[in-house]
């Protein structure tokens, strides 16, 4: 058997500049709470996406969790959240105490339908928030979306987690909300380990979420709090990391983009696949290369002879309204995350991949179509 190609795995600088950030926090002992690291971590990625302040977090869930609490959603308010999504996108609603209504998504990005966002609004007229994701590294419809927002005067996140490096219209995606939210989960196209960055152009509001992320402690010298508080800091070290990988977050991007072109080119003609969408707006990421399939040859197929040879490949998201705990809440609909989810497979995408190993996936998945 081939060695195992994973989905989408860590990859740390082949010059060391984790480690030197990293040796430099272990020399002066400063590996937690704090330090410089964090604070230049914060800096350098607010300066990389263009935002005016960071703050460095334990998860891209916290920062989620956070951005919601910064803009003041809290019990029994409706935030409107797209349904084709990873669960840690709604899992912070609940954490508030308030309610989703899941958002259908348009063939056109695979994210938020701006229609059925319209829908929604229509419905819900007292939506306090908007949660838009950019999946798989696809930005979403933005201009429609923001004059959506602006229009019902709502508050919009971005859960930007898996579009570190996508741009829309040559502006960086997370950038265009009120808040946005970037994750170094191991699986992301940079990683840490584990963290999360919240960002924002509201110093004030991220100078408060720093606070909360420490515990909600007021300037006192006994522990006095007049807040409830969070542990959701990012540690001395694992800044250290990100600051390494934020180094070579372009490369990164160029890698995956080739990945998704030699893809494209080798599998596009086969019958039945569709890569996923690329608006001349966007210019993503390509976290992960993912298509569908309408043809005889079903994803399953796809994901279990590439698992026989040891390759890892994943379905699309399934989608919250389908998932138990979330079945509950109100949806609007176009039908197009379910097809999606039915129809959809994410390939191998990771960056260390050689072209050997994009031959070896080529050419299991091609076998299928020759059976
Ligand atoms: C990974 C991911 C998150 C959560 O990030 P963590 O750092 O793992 O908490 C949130 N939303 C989406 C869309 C993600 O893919």
Redesign the pocket.
């Known amino acids: 058997m081939g060695k195992r190609i994973f989905l989408s795995s860590p990859h740390m600088s082949d010059e060391g500049y984790e480690m030197q950030y990293i040796k430099k926090a272990f020399d002066t002992n400063w590996i937690a709470p704090l330090g410089e690291n964090v604070n230049r971590f914060e800096r350098e990625l607010a300066t990389k996406v263009g935002s005016h302040a960071a703050a460095a977090l334990s998860?891209?869930?916290a920062a989620?969790h956070l951005a919601l609490k910064a803009a003041g959603v809290g019990e029994g308010d409706i935030v409107f959240c797209p349904t084709l999504?990873?669960s840690?996108?709604a899992n912070p609603i609940i954490y508030q105490n308030a309610i989703p209504v899941f958002i259908d998504s348009n063939y056109e990005t695979w994210n938020i339908c701006p229609k059925a966002l319209e829908e929604a609004f229509e419905k819900y007229p007292e939506v306090k928030a908007v949660i838009v994701?950019h999946l798989y590294g696809l930005s979403a419809d933005m201009d429609q979306i923001i004059d959506l927002c602006k229009k019902h005067n709502v508050v919009l996140i971005e859960?930007a987690?898996?579009s570190l490096g996508t741009y829309y219209k040559g502006k960086h995606t997370g950038t265009f909300g009120d808040y946005g939210i970037f994750?170094?989960?191991g699986n992301?196209i940079i990683t840490t380990s584990?963290?999360?960055m919240l960002v924002s152009n509201n110093e004030e509001r991220i100078a408060k979420v720093r606070f909360w992320a420490t515990q909600s402690r007021d300037q006192a010298r006994h522990y006095q709090h007049s807040e409830l508080g969070f542990n959701y800091r990012m540690s001395n070290v694992v800044a250290g990391i990100g600051r390494g990988q934020l180094k070579v977050l372009d490369k990164r991007v160029e890698k995956k983009k080739y990945i998704y072109e030699y893809y494209k080119t080798e599998l596009d003609e086969l019958e039945g696949i569709e890569f996923m969408p690329n608006n001349d707006w966007n210019e993503p990421n390509y976290w992960l290369s993912s298509m569908t399939l309408s043809g005889k040859i079903r994803p399953i197929d796809i994901m279990e002879v590439l698992e026989k040879e040891n390759i890892e490949s994943r379905p699309i998201w399934k989608p919250m309204h389908m998932q138990p705990f979330f079945e509950k809440y109100d949806f609007v609909e176009t039908d197009v995350s379910r097809l999606l989810f039915q129809n959809g497979v994410c390939l191998p995408s990771d960056t260390k991949m050689t072209d050997e190993d994009l031959e070896r996936v080529v050419d299991i998945i091609k076998g299928l179509w020759l059976r």
């Open positions: 998860s891209g869930t989620i999504t990873f840690a996108t994701v859960d987690a898996e994750s170094f989960n992301k584990g963290g999360g």
